[in-house]
């Protein structure tokens, strides 16, 4: 199985100027998290909650964790970084959501990986990689601004869950938006063609 290093966000931090140690060097290891065959397929479809995803939990050790959850990960990856162990789950080679562990042995974050795996809303189901106008249209979502080292950039909270813009194909006004703590950037700003690229039960620093 090929490696995959998972990073989120550092790109926009970056353009934002920030720097995060774990953003220059990573160890990536691939963990079976089971030596017994893959469980039976299960009807169940799993979706991330603000302190869950399926049996996995915000708090709980990752020692405890089940080695492999029908229908949701049979294939664990471990990237070591100074700052956290993020353990990305697998399923039939595809990523379906980091964990973050900030070196206290638990699950700190539990982010979403691709679109595979989404959060219920009232409007239907929300997966990274959608637009990101779904995200403002929720009822009660709010701005935060989340300061790092000398810069900072913004999210949105929903019911205690963490959205953030895929930054990969956003024009330079959103982009230096993002990066001004003072006030969100405005709606306008925020075209059909701007993604959702992190979604999450917290943020991943």
Same mark, same amino acid.
């Given at each position: ?9 550092? &790109? ?12 220059? =060097? =990573?160890?990536?290891?691939? #963990?079976?998290?089971?030596?017994? =065959?893959?469980?039976?397929? &299960?009807?169940?479809? @799993? ?25 949701? @990960? ?14 990305? !789950? ?17 699950? *700190?974050?539990? &982010? ?25 249209? #929720? ?20 019911? *205690?869950? @963490? !959205?953030?813009? *895929? ?22 700003? !925020? ?13 991943? !620093?």
């Amino acid at each position: 199985m090929k490696k995959i290093y998972i990073i989120p966000i550092i &790109a926009l931090m970056t353009a934002c100027g920030g720097h995060k140690s774990n953003s220059s =060097s =990573s160890d990536t290891d691939s #963990l079976p998290v089971a030596e017994q =065959s893959a469980p039976e397929a &299960a009807s169940e479809v @799993y979706s991330l909650t603000a302190d869950s995803i399926g049996p996995v939990r915000v708090g709980d050790a990752v020692a405890s964790l089940p080695q492999a959850v029908a229908n949701l @990960y049979d294939f664990v990856l471990t990237t070591s970084t100074p700052d956290a162990m993020a353990y990305t !789950f697998l399923l039939q080679d595809i990523p379906q959501f980091t964990i973050y562990d900030f070196m206290d042995g638990r699950v *700190d974050v539990i &982010a979403l990986e691709g679109d595979a795996r989404g959060v219920v809303t009232p409007s239907g189901m929300i997966h990274v990689g959608e637009p990101f106008t779904k995200v403002l249209e #929720l009822d009660g979502v709010v701005s935060e601004f989340a300061a790092i080292d000398d810069t900072g950039i913004w999210y949105w909270k929903w019911h *205690d869950l @963490y !959205f953030g813009v *895929d930054e990969t194909e956003i024009g330079e006004e959103l982009a230096a938006a993002l990066c001004e703590g003072k006030l969100p950037p405005a709606g306008k700003l !925020f075209t059909t063609s701007v993604r959702i690229g992190y979604i999450a039960t917290g943020l991943p !620093f």
